[in-house]
């Protein structure tokens, strides 16, 4: 695991993928949230779907480590150029409302990946009522 890269793609998928589980679970919500993600946005245009699996199971390696947070976080910001963090940022707020309301765990997860994707807080905030917004229901 210590010669673990990721391509700006993986990274991305990382961090759904690190949302996802920020509460211990993997709902199919999220699953089929991060599928449609993978499918629809171009960053993703040459990523075959099927390679959600395999960074999910690199993913879930890196959290079984004591520092795997931490590690991902800085695997995930290595292969991403600064423009991509945002969008890193985006794609976990999307996995978060993919079940309605997000737990407190994954609300510390956000604020834990801001802070480590260098995110400022305002940028943040509009990116997080975007996600929301986009997901209301009547």
Same mark, same amino acid.
Request: net charge negative; hydrophobic share 50%.
């Given at each position: ?6 391509? =700006? ?22 699953? %089929? ?15 075959? =779907? ?13 959290? *079984?480590?004591? *520092?795997?947070? *931490? ?26 409302? %993919?079940?309605?309301?997000? =737990? ?13 994707? *260098? ?6 905030? %509009? ?12």
């Amino acid at each position: 695991m210590p010669n673990t890269r990721f391509n =700006p793609q993986e990274a991305l998928v990382c961090a759904m993928v690190l949302m996802a589980v920020a509460d211990r679970q993997m709902s199919d919500a999220e699953l %089929a949230m991060m599928s449609r993600l993978v499918q629809d946005l171009p960053v993703f245009s040459d990523f075959h =779907p099927s390679g959600i699996a395999s960074v999910t199971e690199t993913c879930l390696s890196l959290l *079984d480590r004591t *520092d795997g947070l *931490d590690r991902a976080f800085t695997l995930i910001r290595d292969a991403l150029p600064s423009r991509l963090r945002e969008t890193a940022y985006l794609l976990a707020c999307e996995v978060a409302v %993919a079940d309605g309301d997000a =737990p407190q765990e994954q609300l510390q997860f956000l604020q834990d990946f801001r802070i480590a994707m *260098d995110i400022d807080r305002l940028i943040a905030g %509009a990116i997080e009522r975007a996600a929301r917004a986009r997901y209301q229901v009547i």
